[in-house]
């Protein structure tokens, strides 16, 4: 025959209860050492506030790693275009389809005297 859950809980009840009467309220340990326990109870409470914090920033950490990449890929794809663009071929047919030509002359140096 198999226990039910009320009997089990019951069970378990008695015996904290028991376990309360004989040892703990006898001995008055939880009466004289409330300060202790306490100041436990604040440490542990501590304790699982920093680890959730510690969890929160390596989370933040990892979220800005992922757009640390995803930026310096797109800084270097910006990079190359630049770079093909600037060249003086590209230049010059961008600037013929507007009607730039370049110069059949050489470029000279403007002197100014005071």
Do not use: C
Not at 23 to 47: D, E, P, Q, T, Y
């Amino acid at each position: 025959m198999k226990p039910t859950w009320n009997k089990l809980f019951n069970v378990l009840g008695v015996r904290f209860k028991g376990l309360y009467t004989e040892k703990l309220a006898s001995h008055k340990i939880l009466v004289n050492s409330w300060r202790l326990i306490l100041f436990v109870s604040g440490l542990a409470i501590l304790v699982i506030y920093s680890s959730h914090k510690a969890d929160q920033k390596v989370f933040r950490m990892s979220t800005l790693k992922e757009d640390l990449k995803d930026l310096r890929s797109r800084h270097i794809d910006m990079r190359t275009q630049l770079m093909s663009l600037s060249k003086t071929t590209i230049v010059a047919q961008e600037g013929a389809e507007i009607g730039l030509f370049e110069s059949l002359d050489a470029p000279f140096k403007i002197e100014v005297q005071d």
